[in-house]
């Protein structure tokens, strides 16, 4: 099975935005908890969710989330997936990999998100389909 997970290059893009964000989670809950009542109480709530960006942006930095997963038997997308013997076409469109079932049902990978090992995706998917269908390289 091969794993291809968002390109670092996105995931660094993210986790600069949930930075961001939690700093001024973190202003506005400082200026907040100094209050009383219901203000201080939304000045904590903040801070939690401040606290919740940042380990969230570590979790994307440290480990990208799967975009795409490959083996002998078909791909996995995160909510859809198709088997090898069922795709009938295979198109790139817009920045997109698309695969077309025989029923009309269509799987699209973002290749945007696969960064610099889009290159590798296409030859792993084109060869994956050749196997399943049986095809095999012509050597004269």
């Known amino acids: 099975m091969t794993t291809y997970r968002l390109d670092r290059a996105a995931a660094l893009q993210a986790v600069g935005s949930l930075v961001v964000a939690a700093a001024v989670a973190v202003f506005l ?3 907040l908890v100094s209050r009383d009542g219901a203000v201080a109480t939304v000045g ?3 801070a939690g969710l401040a606290a919740l960006l940042v ?3 570590v979790r994307l930095a440290w480990r990208p989330p799967v975009v795409v997963r490959l083996d002998e038997h078909g791909l ?3 909510r859809e997936q198709v088997r ?4 009938e076409r295979v198109d790139e469109s817009r920045g997109l990999l698309l695969l077309t079932t025989a029923a009309e049902h269509r799987v699209a990978v973002p290749l ?5 090992r889009r290159g590798e995706l296409l030859a792993e998917v084109h060869e994956r389909l050749n196997t399943a269908h049986g095809y095999r390289r012509f050597t004269p």
Do not use: M, P, S
Not at 84 to 87: L, N, P, Q
Not at 112 to 116: D, H, L, N, T, V
């Open 55 to 57: 380990l969230v942006a």
């Open 44 to 46: 904590w709530v903040l």
């Open 112 to 116: 945007a998100k696969i960064g610099r």
């Open 29 to 31: 809950a400082f200026v």
């Open 84 to 87: 090898w013997t069922d795709v």
């Open 76 to 78: 996995r997308g995160r």
